[in-house]
């Protein structure tokens, strides 16, 4: 366990703006930043972050929270991972006891892949850097490419010894377990049980996450070994940390250079982002040669929405760039297109030039995918009309699938002036291709739906024979009886749930300000005091477990909402952070009043209003006990419920009063 004390340490030193940063570029609005949502597609930006109060909160899909939580979800680990995860950022050292063996055997085999992949790294750098062969053989390499000590530190490059198991002997002296080494893949079992190092004699190309942590590893054959060779390079397989699909080499040493450029480039292998970063220029991610997809077009959106492609000049090249063209503009990316000199790569090109040349080249060559698809067939075009309507349909296939409105009327006009074609005729073709993707969307959906359905039905069925056949009707009584037991609570706590949670929105905001609660004396208390003491007069608790819990804590705090926003209890430091949200609209009871207009007068008839729906769901309940033939024929239990009835009849009476006086006053 982390002591509160050091948890506060670590809460206050996060800055919320820049942790979120990392993952999402935020643009300044007011005194508040905003970007799009780093939890769901977005694509108008409703994700808000609010460095004041340290609160982060999308107002589309409702995630937010405060530092703690936005790392949690994001980076999926617990809450005290993402404790340790945000001191380690801040230099803060947390003192926890030593776990057992039993508590490091349940680590999660997330936790234990990152671990080991991160000392993986270590030792690949180290055999790179301190060992004859990795001198010799690794450096030698990276040298040969023209790579800085200083570059080969920022990405971390390394060698894995040419020994076949030396790598899987020293993590297993080191105490790292087998099982982990063959699921991060840095090594595979042979028939005899022994381990083999999949990358020996391979220089090392780290992945990092986006959070720094390392998610998997590229490997290249050197030397003589790659005559013949099909794939010098080899990559981590998929595992619980690592999917390719949703990584970009170089994200993370590129992130804030995208972001404060507004701009990515995107090229195709480690050595070209390596060399444009030595360059100078470091808004560099790749691909490393597989198809673009869904989610790492996703993950670019989130730091920016300009993106160049740069590629070779050749057939590879010109078909890498067609090929990821349409899946990007789709994405909402607004794409430009750059194809190197023959002969030239991004790496060749970037270790000839420095930034203010290959910055220049980039703004005088790169052009828009219009331009791109015309000068590619532009000779063909030209001679044969039948190539010339081909080519436009390309076009406009590809003008069709982007969002945005404004957009595609931008490049509907250019696509007509380019091509001197008639631009009403190409708009009509591009709403014809929208409505037929539309109609594909929707039956994708229902087919999707469809699907849902007979997979529920087949589950449903298949739990109701196994509970046919486990339970008899005794239990299965007992079952039906605690069930709806449990659905009154539920519904007795959703009745007061939009009361309870305003009253502990103005707990959590204004709870220590001081309010005059007696008129005729003058006396003032705080906001938190006045309403634990009415509450404590007619003994009356919150009806959510939460709230009561959140009250307890508020009430022995100096700072209310340090207190519950910092709380090691989750579900307590997620919902304050909510009901500090400034957007947060109230269905029921109108719109919450600034501390200025806060007055004893609403708390009072706030606690009034409490107090009377309290009352009358007691009298409720009598009134269903009385339905009851056990009870109506207990003359005792009778008796007592209707004194209680009488007493909490004069209650409400005398509460009713007071709020009609106030109303009228």
């Avoid at 486990?470 to 449990?486: I, K, P």
């Amino acid at each position: 366990m982390i002591p509160q004390s050091t948890i506060d340490r670590i809460i206050s030193a996060a800055n919320i703006v820049d942790i979120v940063s990392g993952y999402v570029s935020l643009k300044r609005s007011g005194a508040s930043y905003k970007g799009l949502c780093p939890f769901h597609d977005d694509t108008t930006p409703s994700f808000y972050v609010s460095p004041a109060r340290g609160i982060c909160k999308c107002f589309s899909c409702g995630e937010g929270g405060n530092v703690v939580h936005f790392i949690m979800k994001k980076e999926q680990l617990t809450y005290y991972e993402a404790l340790k995860f945000l001191a380690k950022k801040y230099g803060i050292e947390v003192e926890e006891r030593e776990l057992t063996d039993e508590e490091k055997q349940s680590q999660s085999e997330r936790e234990s892949m990152f671990a080991i992949n991160e000392w993986a790294s270590t030792h690949f750098h180290d055999n790179l850097l301190n060992t004859t062969e990795g001198q010799t053989i690794g450096l030698t390499y990276f040298r040969s490419r023209g790579f800085r000590d200083d570059i080969i530190e920022k990405f971390r490059l390394g060698y894995c010894l040419q020994k076949n198991d030396q790598t899987s002997k020293t993590a297993t002296k080191s105490g790292y377990k087998e099982e982990f080494l063959v699921k991060t893949g840095l090594a595979f079992k042979r028939e005899d049980g022994s381990l083999r190092d999949k990358y020996y004699g391979r220089v090392i190309f780290p992945w990092f996450g986006i959070n720094g942590k390392i998610t998997g590893f590229g490997g290249r054959v050197l030397d003589a070994r790659t005559k013949g060779v099909n794939q010098k390079y080899i990559n981590s397989p998929e595992s619980a940390i690592y999917h390719k699909a949703n990584e970009l080499y170089g994200l993370y040493q590129a992130k804030g250079s995208i972001a404060k450029l507004d701009k990515v480039v995107m090229v195709e292998g480690y050595t070209d982002v390596i060399s444009m970063h030595q360059a100078g220029i470091e808004n560099v991610v790749a691909n490393s040669g597989t198809a673009l997809s869904e989610q790492q077009i996703k993950l670019l959106r989130r730091y920016t929405n300009n993106i160049t492609l740069i590629y070779d000049g050749d057939k590879a090249g010109i078909h890498a760039a067609l090929r990821g063209t349409d899946m990007l503009l789709k994405g909402g990316m607004r794409v430009k297109i750059l194809l190197l000199p023959n002969d030239e790569d991004p790496d060749s090109f970037a270790r000839k030039h420095n930034a203010t040349e290959l910055i220049q080249y980039i703004e005088d060559n790169q052009v828009d995918f219009i331009t791109f698809k015309a000068n590619l067939y532009k000779e063909e075009a030209s001679k044969d009309p039948i190539r010339k309507a081909d080519l436009i349909k390309d076009i406009v296939t590809s003008i069709s699938v982007i969002p945005e409105e404004i957009d595609r009327s931008i490049y509907i006009h250019q696509c007509s002036e380019l091509m001197t074609a008639d631009e009403a005729v190409i708009q009509r073709e591009v709403n014809r291709r929208r409505r037929a993707l539309w109609d594909e969307r929707k039956r994708q959906e229902e087919l999707d739906k469809e699907r849902e359905k007979l997979n529920s039905e087949e589950q449903q069925n298949k739990e109701g024979t196994t509970a046919g056949n486990a339970a008899d009707n005794d239990s299965r009584t007992a079952d039906n009886t605690q069930s709806a037991n449990a659905s009154q609570d539920n519904l007795t706590h959703n009745k007061f749930e939009g009361i309870e949670r305003l009253i502990m929105m103005i707990i959590v905001r204004f709870g220590n300000k001081l309010i005059n609660s007696n008129s005729e004396t003058n006396e003032s208390t705080s906001i938190i005091n006045y309403v634990v003491e009415q509450l404590r007069i007619d003994n009356i608790t919150f009806h959510s477990p939460l709230y009561r819990t959140m009250l307890d804590i508020a009430t022995n705090a100096d700072d209310i909402t340090k207190a519950l926003l910092n709380s090691s209890d989750v579900n307590i430091s997620k919902e304050t952070a909510d009901l500090l949200t400034d957007r947060y609209e109230l269905s029921k009871n109108g719109n919450l009043p600034d501390e200025d207009t806060l007055c004893g007068d609403y708390i009072t008839h706030l606690m009034l209003d409490y107090k009377y729906a309290v009352i009358n769901e007691m009298l409720n309940d009598i009134m269903k006990q009385f339905t009851n033939p056990e009870i109506t024929s207990d003359t005792a239990r009778s008796t007592q419920l209707m004194q209680k009835q009488m007493v909490l009849t004069q209650i409400k009476r005398q509460l009713a009063k007071t709020l009609g006086e106030r109303i009228m006053g």
